[in-house]
């Protein structure tokens, strides 16, 4: 069965350093993994996706994730954190065999002045 | 801005109660989705229709009911509510019905049944 596990609930990081939100995954066909991201009473607006290719898939507002086969998973990174970048993030997976997106429970992303 | 409505932006209904709920996609967009978002369970998936036509289905009630219309906005229907249906309720629309599609959210519909 599809499932999508984002294990930190908050990251806490001080603006100016790097940050990672970690999602791995479970599929049974091939996976496409997206990354959407929430502010408050807002709809989710979509950052990346990795569909097939180069591992290292870049997005908007800087963001990046590295799509690792071998440990499923699909972590969130950015070099340096901004304080406008706190939010709720979600990790999503799509089995290629599906038309079923199955979202993570979201990490609280703070950063922090 | 996504480009993808939904209205209204807040709902107060009673149990027991009917509402629906409009969306309409972005302009060539295809596909509708909708989803439930609630404090204890998350984002959840409930349905998908590209073109008119059911393509996927997930965790939705059998009291909840969509359609897509010709003109390709969407409608989502919720009867005999609960107290548990209250929750932010998105749409999405991508181009196609592909997995590898990109979907955009809409701002949502905060219902809350008293």
């Known amino acids: 069965a599809q499932s999508v596990a984002q294990p930190e609930d908050q990251v806490n990081v001080a603006e100016g350093n790097p940050l990672t939100v970690k999602c791995t995954y479970s599929?049974?066909?091939?996976?496409?993994l997206f990354w959407y991201v929430q502010y408050p009473n807002r709809g989710l607006q979509f950052l990346l996706k990795?569909?097939?290719?180069?591992?290292l898939v870049k997005g908007s507002y800087g963001f990046e994730a590295e799509f690792n086969k071998s440990q499923t998973s699909f972590h969130l990174k950015k070099p340096s954190a901004l304080v406008s970048d706190s939010a709720l993030y979600f990790c999503?997976?799509?089995?290629?065999?599906?038309?079923?997106?199955?979202f993570g429970t979201g990490t609280r992303l703070k950063v922090l002045a | 801005d996504s480009g993808v409505t939904q209205t209204p932006k807040h709902l107060i209904t009673a149990t027991g109660q009917r509402v629906t709920l409009r969306c309409s996609p972005r302009s060539g967009d295809l596909s509708v989705y909708w989803y439930q978002q609630s404090l204890d369970q998350g984002l959840q998936f409930l349905i998908q229709y590209y073109n008119g036509e059911e393509r996927a289905k997930g965790n939705i009630l059998e009291r909840f009911s969509a359609q897509q219309f010709p003109d390709l906005h969407s409608e989502l229907n919720l009867s005999s509510l609960e107290l548990g249906d209250s929750a932010l309720y998105f749409c999405?629309?991508?181009?196609?019905?592909?997995?590898?599609?990109?979907?955009?959210f809409g701002p949502g519909t905060r219902l809350t049944v008293l």
């Open positions: 990795y569909i097939t290719g180069d591992n």
């Open positions: 999405a629309s991508s181009g196609t019905h592909l997995a590898t599609d990109t979907q955009y």
């Open positions: 999503a997976v799509r089995d290629s065999g599906t038309y079923k997106y199955i």
């Open positions: 599929v049974s066909g091939n996976p496409y």
